[in-house]
């Protein structure tokens, strides 16, 4: 005998739906909380909002721009061109008359793949393996914790350059992960052991005690919890894709065959002697220019990005919510007491 | 009347002021108005407030969450935070014939002032140390910013904190996780004087506590502000707590005082409506449960204060007048120190009579318990090891066993209530847990209608109850309502889990609809607006009915209220608990209710003819029928909770609780023979060796105790000689020194 043959009548419980919402409303409502209340949230903050303007940009840059700028070909301009001066060769040429800018352009859909491929690789890698184990515990946990403390005494980039030397890897999205194959440990351990604190919490204890199966719960009442932490783990992996990428062609490791900041680099560097004249100084600085003020961007992005999951910020971009005016009391006073004892 | 009250509010003119002005203020407040500016208009969350405080007086301010007066406490310092402005003026006298403006005073000033002068203490003192650096660092830090003399200052942070019976040595150089929060929160009180300021202004500075040590440090207070000269400003939303301890007490209703008196004064010829109302909302175990109400309605939003008197809405009073016009302060009775703000102050002791006088007739009420239990639960122990950061002196121990639930049976029935009371640390939380199946026990049995529920968890012998069953028949209903909610989803998705993951059958809007009664049903209305909300937005009492509503929707045999109403403003927990017993007849729900509040917990079990059950060091000492445990308790302990629950009496000073020792002895290693030995008045050398007990045989609604002195002549206890614990510091003593006392023996 449970519970369930009980039938209060007259009882709120029994309630079923009278009326029907379409299926256009329920669309539009979902449309507005995954994107429209995140896109306001993103833009009302100036940080946010340049990070994500600058990723806009390498995003068209990497999709549109490569249809619009023909890829640069060896000696279509005079060699060395400063840049600035020929508006058909905006950011200059190189020594072999290789116009710049349709090189940076075309090196960016190799590496916005490469940068999706790796953030994602450590961020989901490191999301099921740190909460799975946190809230699991016990022998899974030990498990788990003993695989990624192994990965973890291994040296990260020597690994990445032996593999990159015996694999000889081409496909961007593969790089990407190869640069990452051992990153997502550390983030894993850190995810666990915030895991390891929400699991007590009493909103957790109640799922469980409603005997809500663990993948739900860790779904919908662990990870958006952690979801600042993680989204600002993933554009920091994004940054070191791009850095460690750039850094590796840079020196040769990884084999020339796409475009690439870090090739362009290397080539400025060892046949143009970048460094030494200051007639092709551009060519080395144009690169440097493409990755410092994508990986700013990132940097800004993530910065505004913790508002997004943040459900005061939330609620105050939405529409449909009430207006609460205890709340407002509470936080007032909560700041007059940190500011005082501060 | 005068003519001009009709012209508004804020040109209301309040004549009467006597009481509120001193003849030696130490704190003049004039006129003081805090506003914020919000997108939905301009918030006012102190409203032209005018209050002296008098010199060594013991100011007691009372009101609801949301009524303004952590703002009076802010505003006092001159402290608003920042998009908040204060208007108006504030004078602080250091000596009758000196006046220093408190608003004109330069950061630098207003620092000094601020610590040297006029210190403050807040709720929760573990937020206020901090956790990387010793207590000693916090007090040379204090000092030393302040310029004082730094040997002088150390000699004096020591003798407040023996004041406080504290040892000064070992709190020093304890880090704050290291003390009890009773023990962090006297340390925190010695901080804040250690610069010998002239007044201390406490916000709630006990909320987190147990009554027991609530009841404690007022008696400390009181000590330390004759020792001292203090003059203390006490905030509270507990009227009883600060009853005994205030000489006057002001009430505060919608961001301003609604009156203002002595404290016997207000206490026993309440005259303001809402100050009547309030204390027949406030549990306490002397009031009959009949007479005990919640007040009607909400307290008013600080954007939207109602015209007029702004208590108007809830009160049985009002009449047009009221509604037009702001009343002024009147004086009651012609006495010039109790003022209340209201036009009919004189109808008012007969539209809402308060029972003051003791003879009532308490009416039977009975219970619709089933005569087999849901849950059942025998011999259960419950043992934890020990983690690395237990007591202050343990850190260096390896791993204890800490005894939380040893050897406890206990059976609920259906429709039952039963009550666990007890100190925190005493084990019930952990009981609570076993019995919902929530914690595995180490040792006993946990049954739900006859099947072993770990049993059918693990798939042992036959199960004739599956796990998931029973699973969903036991739920729980957290303390912490801000905790208990996820603070990423919406009220509607918080709910709408359960019914997703168990009732597949319904659609997206049958839940919705379900959810929308349910919420309608508590008095969420309207219900699309609050199942939008996120749980911030709600108020503490609408988060509470929340959990209690998801709770509910499993369709649960038992719930375990865990501290449910413990964190809600007292004028709140009569409501909530009527909300919780209400329910309980719509859906046939037995509750397992845990506080550490024996008013409480009398007023819960009391309405449903449950029990109450009280635990010490994780024992059962005493068990049965609420009222009869609430009239004539019989263990000591008991006798020694029911001291701690404040009642709304004033001339019985804060005395010394009827306990040698009010830390309680730590788990680990629990006193031998009688646990309470080592703290009980009554105790004689045959309860250091043997152990009483509950009597087996009796029958789950009699009244049984586990103590040698309800044993008959013939027991040993009667002839041995009584336990003489010698100093009288022990009564404050750490717990793990009774523990050492203990073992000494
Ligand atoms: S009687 Fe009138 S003035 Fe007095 S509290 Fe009620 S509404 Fe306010
Ligand atoms: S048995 Fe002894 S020590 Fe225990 S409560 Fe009774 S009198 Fe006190």
Known sequence: MTADDRTPDDVPFETVSSSEVTRGERIRATIDEWILVPARILWSDWRARVGTLIMLLYVLMGTVGVWLVDAPQIGEGERLIPPFTDPSYPLGTDSMGNDLFAQVVHATPPMLEMIVAGALFTTVMATIVGTFSGYKGGRTDKLLMMFTDILLTIPGLPLVIVIAVILEPREPWVIGIILTLNAWAGLARAIRSQVLTMREESFVEASRLMGLPTRTILVKDIVPGLMPYILVNFVNSARTVVFTSVGLYFLGILPFTNHNWGVMMNLAYTTGGALYTLRAAHWLLVPMAAIVLLSFGFILFAQGTDRLFNPRVRARHENNAGANSSDDADENSGKVSTHIQG | ?745
């Open chain 2, 1 to 745: 009347m005068s003519d001009n009250s009709f012209t508004g509010r804020s040109e209301a003119t309040k004549a009467d002021v006597s009481a509120i002005q001193v003849d030696d203020p130490i704190l003049e407040m004039r006129d003081a108005s805090v506003t914020f500016d919000m997108d939905r208009g301009e918030s006012r969350v102190l409203d032209q407030v005018n209050l002296d405080v008098q010199r060594n007086e013991i100011l007691g301010v009372v009101g609801e969450s949301g009524s303004g007066k952590s703002m009076f406490a802010s505003a006092l310092l001159d402290a608003v935070v920042d998009p908040g402005t204060l208007s108006g003026d504030i004078t602080y006298h250091p000596d009758p014939d000196r006046s220093v403006d408190v608003l004109d005073l330069s950061p630098e000033q207003l620092r000094e002032l601020r610590w040297e002068e006029i210190s403050m203490v807040f709720q929760g003192a573990q937020s206020s140390f901090n956790p990387t650096t010793t207590i000693r660092d916090h007090f040379e830090e204090t000092i030393e910013a302040h310029n004082y003399d730094m040997a002088q200052g150390m000699a004096h942070a020591r003798e407040l904190l023996e004041d406080l019976y504290l040892e000064p040595d070992r709190v020093l150089d304890a880090y704050p996780h290291e003390l009890s929060g009773g023990m962090q929160q006297r340390a925190l009180i010695a901080l804040s004087l250690v610069l010998e300021p002239n007044v201390l202004v406490m916000d709630e500075p006990t909320a987190a506590l147990d009554l027991l040590m609530q009841r404690s440090i007022l008696s400390l207070l009181n000590d330390l502000q004759e020792k001292y000269d203090l003059t203390v400003v006490f905030i509270t939303h507990d009227l009883p707590l600060v009853a005994g301890l205030a000489d006057r007490l002001a009430v505060m209703y919608a961001f301003e005082f609604a009156e203002v008196g002595p404290a016997d004064e207000i206490i026993r010829n309440p005259t303001h409506p809402y100050t009547r109302s309030l204390l027949k909302a406030v549990p306490n175990l002397d009031t009959p449960l009949q007479e005990m109400q919640p007040i009607e309605g909400m307290a008013p939003d600080p954007v939207d204060v109602p015209e007029g008197c702004s208590y108007h809405p809830r009160c049985p009073l009002a009449d047009d007048v009221c509604r037009a016009s702001n009343p002024a302060y009147h004086a009651v009775d012609d006495s010039d120190d109790h003022v209340a703000a209201c036009f009919h102050w004189e109808q008012a002791s007969d539209v809402l009579s308060l029972t003051t006088d003791g003879e009532t007739e308490h009416a039977e009420i009975v219970g619709k318990q089933s005569a087999d239990p849901v849950v059942s639960l025998t011999d259960v122990d419950v043992h934890f090891e020990q983690e690395a950061d237990g007591g202050l002196l343990s850190i260096f121990d390896d791993p204890d066993l800490v005894h939380a639930v040893d050897d406890v049976s206990l059976d609920v029935y259906e429709n039952d209530v039963v009550a666990l009371v007890g100190e925190s640390g005493c084990g019930k939380t952990t009981l609570g847990k076993t019995s919902i199946a929530a914690q595995r026990p180490t040792g006993g049995s946990v049954t739900y209608r006859e099947q072993d529920v770990w049993d059918a968890k693990d798939g042992v012998g036959d199960v004739e109850t599956p796990f998931e069953a029973i699973r969903r028949s036991l739920q729980m209903v957290h303390q912490d309502p801000g905790g208990s909610l996820n603070p990423n989803r919406k009220v509607q998705a918080s709910l709408e889990a359960p019914l997703k993951h168990w009732n597949t059958g319904m659609d997206a809007e049958d839940r919705k609809e379900r959810v929308f009664s349910m919420l309608e049903y508590v008095g969420m209305s309207p219900p699309e607006d609050y199942a939008g909300r996120y749980p911030h937005q709600l108020s503490g009492g609408e988060q509470q009915r929340v959990a209690l509503i998801r709770a509910l929707l499993m369709n649960p045999d038992l719930i375990l209220a865990d501290e449910a109403v413990s964190a809600l403003d007292v004028s709140l927990r009569v409501e909530v608990m009527d909300l919780m017993l209400e329910l309980q007849d719509v859906f046939d729900t037995s509750y397992l209710f845990i506080s550490h509040n024996l008013s409480n917990a009398r007023y819960f079990a009391g309405n449903a003819g449950g029990r109450i059950g009280v635990m010490y060091l994780g024992e059962i000492v005493e068990i049965g029928p609420a009222e009869e445990i609430i009239a004539n308790p019989k263990h000591p302990y008991t006798k020694v909770l029911k001291w701690s629950t404040a009642d709304l009496e004033v001339d019985q000073d804060v005395e010394e609780p009827p306990i040698s020792s009010i830390d309680i002895p730590d788990p680990v290693d629990p006193p031998s023979g009688c646990r309470f030995h080592t703290r009980c008045p009554e105790a004689r050398e045959a309860c250091a060796r043997q152990q009483p007990s509950l009597d087996e045989h009796a029958s789950d609604d009699e009244h049984r105790v586990a103590c040698f002195r309800e044993y008959d002549q013939s027991h040993e206890y009667w002839e041995s000689e009584p336990i003489d614990d010698g100093e009288s510091t022990d009564l404050f003593a750490d717990g793990s020194d009774a523990a050492e006392i203990e073992s000494d023996d």
